[in-house]
């Protein structure tokens, strides 16, 4: 391949001082999540989406991950808008952390922003923050920038993709895509958006990369629907289906499902319950009258006539799924022969939880499915090949840089875009912090700017340094406490009493305080049940955010705790 396409654009060369246009992606390259982009044209930074990511394992007491903004905070006079593409949280996530920081106004679509505000209400900052509600296919003015919101389709609803025009050019940002031609609540996906900006000339094109391994066309929505009917009408009891709670496409097809082959539904889970109520709220989803199964009627309700949705689908620890697999859940007991029906993509990284939760199920006798082998029960929400390849025809930019996915995606991107030879200039392989000028004669690579992660506790919602330096302090200063759990491997009994091992954790009465630790682990221990204690990582995880919230009350501190296991 020749260097001008794999070429970062050209070395710094002096800059013209004509007004330019930088681009500083922040998060979400080389990296599922945090996705975050800055634009900058003159003096005017528009930020397109906020995300966060979910730690790896390793990474003890970290809650979640958002992309470091210190080039937003250094240049903070100059941040015009943060704009959101839609509602997920790898978007909209890390928002309630930066406009803590960074108080700017925030441009959405109607689900997306009541889904942001449910988060910023969490986080206390709801009165504060400035939002604009945006209609898909309308067109905003935010400082130099003219920026229209063109509809796509995806997994979620009211998502759009960005034509940001520039006096130097357009540029467009795809944000979450799939083409699908018959999306469930028939809002299409607007292709003739793309190509009245393709004719008319692009700067540059940021697109979705994530399904690039896929040839072909990603299916529609709508083809995950016989099969879940199929397995809804045979259910010889009840049926539980499992999806994200963002999926309101998905939700909707369920519940005509249910409809049809006359079951009531009910929801459970957090996030299924509070996105359920946004979606009606707003009028995208149609729950008929009398369908809903009230909460305290999911037990004793007829498991013939009954589907739950639930929340969970990818094994978080204290999601309703995660806790109906190990039969702790007030509202739900798994019998012989219920049907469970996972409708989500298994994401990588979590293939262990999830089929361990599957296992509990199958032990229970359920009936599993968890995959397309007699029929798709689930569908991706991202663009294949042929999508992401007609996307680079209708808009043929000058320049093309892939975004949203990992190396290997961005980089295959740009030999799919490489191949069709419709990107007149450049195609540019850009990682997080690096930083491009566009001016009018070509693309210039610039300074890299500061980007990383910054590691999160949501409970004090206090930034959490990187790994090192992050446990050095977190000991130093909070301390470390490991408690010391002896179970009977066959009866999963607790053989002694647990051990508590501190160091570094000042307490007034030390003694009493270690006697109230020790009755902590023992009370989540006992109210466990046998397949609770007997799954490592369900059970230290209860231990640690019950002894976390005894340490907080009775200490204000936060150490570090890492609970352990002896078998015997
Ligand atoms: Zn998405
Ligand atoms: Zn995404």
Same mark, same amino acid.
């Given at each position: ?21 930088? #681009? ?73 952390? &930066? ?12 689900? @997306? ?38 509809? #796509?389709?995806? +997994? ?39 190509? %009245? ?35 809804? %009408? +045979? ?6 289906? +499992? ?29 299924? #319950? ?68 996972? +409708? ?19 032990? %229970? ?158 009370? @989540? ?25 005894? &340490? ?17």
């Amino acid at each position: 391949m020749c260097d001008r396409i794999w070429g970062n654009g050209k070395e710094n060369e002096l800059s013209k001082p004509a007004q330019t246009l930088t #681009v500083i992606p922040l998060g979400g390259l080389g990296e599922f999540g945090m996705n975050m982009m800055a634009f900058r044209y003159g003096d005017d930074i528009v930020v397109v989406d906020a995300g966060m990511m979910f730690p790896e394992s390793e990474l003890l007491g970290v809650d979640l991950v958002i992309p470091d903004i210190t080039y937003l905070k250094q240049h903070r006079e100059h941040v015009r808008a943060i704009v959101l593409t839609h509602g997920h949280e790898d978007h909209i996530g890390a928002l309630p952390y &930066i406009l803590r920081d960074l108080n700017v106004p925030v441009y959405g679509t109607r689900f @997306t922003l009541a889904l942001a505000k449910k988060r910023l209400e969490e986080g206390g900052l709801l009165e504060s923050a400035k939002l604009f509600e945006v209609t898909p296919g309308r067109l905003v003015e935010i400082g130099p920038y003219e920026i229209e919101f063109i509809p #796509v389709t995806h +997994s979620t609803i009211d998502c759009v993709a960005l034509a940001i025009r520039t006096p130097l050019g357009v540029v467009i940002h795809t944000g979450d895509f799939k083409i699908d031609q018959t999306p469930i609540d028939n809002a299409p996906f607007d292709l003739h958006a793309f190509a %009245r900006y393709g004719n008319e000339g692009v700067l540059a094109l940021f697109s979705d990369s994530t399904n690039v391994e896929r040839p072909g066309f990603t299916p529609s929505e709508r083809v995950v629907g016989p099969r879940i009917e199929e397995l809804t %009408r +045979s259910a010889p009891k009840r049926v539980v289906l +499992s999806c994200f709670a963002s999926s309101i496409h998905r939700i909707q097809q369920v519940i005509d499902i249910a409809e049809r082959v006359g079951r009531k539904v009910g929801f459970v889970g957090r996030s299924m #319950v509070d996105n359920v109520e946004i979606a009606h709220d707003l009028g995208y989803l149609r729950i008929p009258d009398g369908m809903v199964v009230r909460p305290q009627d999911i037990r004793g309700f007829d498991p013939r006539k009954l589907l739950l949705l639930v929340s969970g689908s990818q094994a978080e620890p204290m999601s309703s799924m995660s806790r109906i697999a190990v039969d702790n859940h007030r509202l739900v007991t798994i019998d012989e022969n219920d049907t469970i029906i996972l +409708s989500a993509r298994i994401i990588p990284g979590n293939e262990k939880a999830i089929f361990r939760m599957l296992d509990h199920m199958f032990r %229970r006798r359920a009936l599993v499915y968890y995959d397309n082998a007699g029929g798709p029960i689930h569908v991706s929400g991202h663009a294949s090949q042929e999508e992401q390849k007609m996307i680079l025809r209708l808009v043929k930019p000058k320049y093309f840089i892939p975004v949203h996915g990992e190396y290997r995606h961005l980089f295959r991107h740009a030999a799919l875009a490489h191949q069709l030879e419709c990107v007149s200039g450049e195609i540019l392989l850009m990682e997080n912090g690096k930083v491009i000028e566009f001016t009018e004669d070509g693309a210039y690579r610039r300074e890299p700017v500061t980007a990383g992660r910054v590691l999160v506790d949501s409970g004090s919602l206090e930034e959490i340094e990187e790994m090192v330096v992050r446990d050095r302090k977190h000991l130093s200063e909070e301390g470390v406490v490991i408690p010391i759990i002896a179970i009977d491997k066959h009866t999963g009994q607790v053989e002694s009493a647990p051990e508590i091992v501190t160091r570094g954790l000042m307490s007034e009465n030390g003694n009493e305080f270690l006697a109230g630790a020790r009755d902590v682990v023992t009370r @989540t221990v006992e109210s466990s049940n046998v397949e609770e204690r007997a799954d490592w990582s369900v059970i230290k995880e209860k231990i640690r955010v019950d002894l976390k919230r005894y &340490i907080n009350k009775q200490t204000s501190k936060r150490p570090l705790i890492l609970p352990v296991i002896l078998e015997v």
